[in-house]
């Protein structure tokens, strides 16, 4: 698409094509760490200290009610 739009040369495309195909691998291999590893640190970074555990297992039980009538 870049070399039809004129974005990229055609001379260009093979060194183009191998950058992008890195980034692509090196985006791929990070994702699965940060859901598990920062994700799960911001979750309990941003909860909320006040709450009970009644007020949070009400809230997941309304989060997987409306997620089930959605998919539904």
């Known amino acids: 698409m870049g070399v039809a739009d004129h974005a990229i040369k055609p001379s260009e ?4 094509s191998i950058a992008c195909g890195w980034a692509t691998r090196t985006l791929a ?3 699965p760490f940060l859901l598990v ?3 799960s ?4 970074y941003c909860r909320v200290p006040g709450a009970t ?3 949070r297992a009400a ?14």
């Open 29 to 31: 291999s990070l994702t």
């Open 37 to 39: 590893y920062v994700m």
């Open 53 to 55: 555990a009644e007020e």
């Open 59 to 72: 809230k997941k039980a309304a989060l997987r009610r409306g997620s089930h009538t959605i998919l539904v």
């Open 13 to 16: 495309y093979l060194r183009a």
């Open 41 to 44: 640190w911001a979750v309990r």
